[in-house]
T-cell receptor, first 115, second 114 residues
Framework: KQEVTQIPAALSVPEGENLVLNCSFT??????LQWFRQDPGKGLTSLLLIQSSQREQTSGRLNASLDKSSGRSTLYIAASQPGDSATYLCAAYPNSGGGADGLTFGKGTHLIIQP | ETGVTQSPTHLIKTRGQQVTLRCSSQ?????VSWYQQALGQGPQFIFQYYREEENGRGNFPPRFSGLQFPNYSSELNVNALELDDSALYLCASSLSGQPNQPQHFGDGTRLSIL
């Protein structure tokens, strides 16, 4: 059974810093890995999706990497801003060969950017 | 482009009651998935509907059931509500049920069981 772990659980940094959020998964048989942002009381906003054949994806100040062999993904946020404060979730989609298993999520990293 | 919309936004029920939650998928999307997110946890997959059929299910009991309609909107029904069913219920839509397509989430329905 796939398990996804995110470290750290919470992070507070001053504005302007570059930071890295970590995600690990136990089963490397994944189709893709997706990073989401969740604001308090809201749904999930998709940030980046990395297919299993890819190593990284970039969108603006965000860069996500994927290393299937080690079961790890990282989300790099450059030049952090107070508006980046949110909970960041990673989720793995299994490569089960048939049917739909849905995404397996980590518990998230709660990020606070201090002005 | 219309995003995923869910209704109602909040709901309060008592143990033993039944509830129906609704979801309209993003324009052009024919696949809908439902997730349960307890406080402080990541979302957990309940089931997925593609072309009006359930084509995948997580580890949830049969009292969690669903429907998808010809316009691809969907309902989640929960019978015999329990206190542990209190959670944020999220709906996500995607294109063609293909795993390489990103899932787009609504803002969820907050369900509280008294």
């Amino acid at each position: 059974k796939q398990e996804v772990t995110q470290i750290p659980a919470a992070l507070s940094v001053p504005e302007g810093e570059n930071l890295v959020l970590n995600c690990s998964f136990t089963d490397s048989a994944i189709y893709n890995l997706q990073w989401f942002r969740q604001d308090p009381g809201k749904g999930l906003t998709s940030l980046l999706l990395i297919q299993s054949s890819q190593r990284e994806q970039t969108s603006g100040r965000l860069n996500a990497s994927l290393d299937k062999s080690s079961g790890r993904s990282t989300l790099y946020i450059a030049a952090s801003q107070p508006g980046d404060s949110a909970t960041y979730l990673c989720a793995a989609y299994p490569n089960s060969g048939g049917g739909a298993d849905g995404l397996t999520f980590g518990k998230g990293t709660h990020l606070i950017i201090q002005p | 482009e219309t995003g995923v919309t869910q209704s109602p936004t909040h709901l309060i029920k008592t143990r033993g009651q039944q509830v129906t939650l609704r979801c309209s998928s993003q324009s052009g999307h024919n696949t809908v998935s439902w997730y349960q997110q307890a406080l402080g946890q990541g979302p957990q997959f309940i089931f997925q509907y593609y072309r009006e059929e359930e084509n995948g299910r997580g580890n949830f009991p049969p009292r969690f059931s669903g429907l998808q309609f010809p316009n691809y909107s969907s309902e989640l029904n929960v019978n015999a509500l329990e206190l542990d069913d209190s959670a944020l219920y999220l709906c996500a839509s995607s294109l063609s049920g293909q795993p390489n397509q990103p899932q787009h989430f609504g803002d969820g329905t907050r369900l509280s069981i008294l």
